[in-house]
């Protein structure tokens, strides 16, 4: 298992996190390519975890939204590569990331339908339940 990331957007990391968030944003959870295939900018870092046979398998982004805080986005795993610990890894990766950093907090959006993952993680949620893209999400933050 291998961990990569990229702020470019002509990386080839970039494009593996695509293909991982069209096959299962798009494609498996039926969200419109408009609402998710959205701009970044160079201060958002794309990571994308790469299982032992160098296959792209599990993807998130992280974008700072002030000096003490990152927004995590776009946590994905290929439904073929779930279950084995791929996208749990990839978020500790970008917790210690964030840490070396001098960041005190990571944010997310959770999927309803995901949001024990996070809990597992250590992400307490945060205010009311909200709609995006269609789906129920909670705001959760962990700090780090």
Do not use: C
Not at 2 to 21: C, F, G
Not at 54 to 65: C, D, E, G, L, Y
Not at 86 to 102: G, I, N, P, S, V
Request: glycine share 4%; proline share 3%; charged share 20%.
């Amino acid at each position: 298992m291998e961990i990569k990331k990229s702020n470019q957007t002509d990386s080839a990391v970039y494009a593996d996190a695509l293909m991982i968030r069209e096959a299962v944003f798009i494609r498996e959870q039926g969200i419109a390519p408009q609402l998710e295939l959205d701009t970044v900018t160079p201060a958002t870092w794309h990571y994308v975890l790469y299982d032992d046979q160098a296959h792209a398998v599990a993807t998130a982004r992280m974008t700072p939204n002030d000096d003490t805080t990152q927004h995590v986005q776009r946590v994905a795993t290929l439904k073929t590569a779930r279950g084995h610990g791929y996208a749990q890894a990839l978020l500790q990766a970008m917790m210690t990331d964030a840490r070396k950093r001098h960041f005190s907090r990571l944010v997310l959006g959770a999927q309803v339908t995901a949001q024990s993952f996070y809990a597992q993680l250590g992400f307490v949620p945060e205010g009311p339940v909200f709609m995006e893209a269609g789906l129920r999400h909670q705001a959760m933050q962990y700090t780090l």
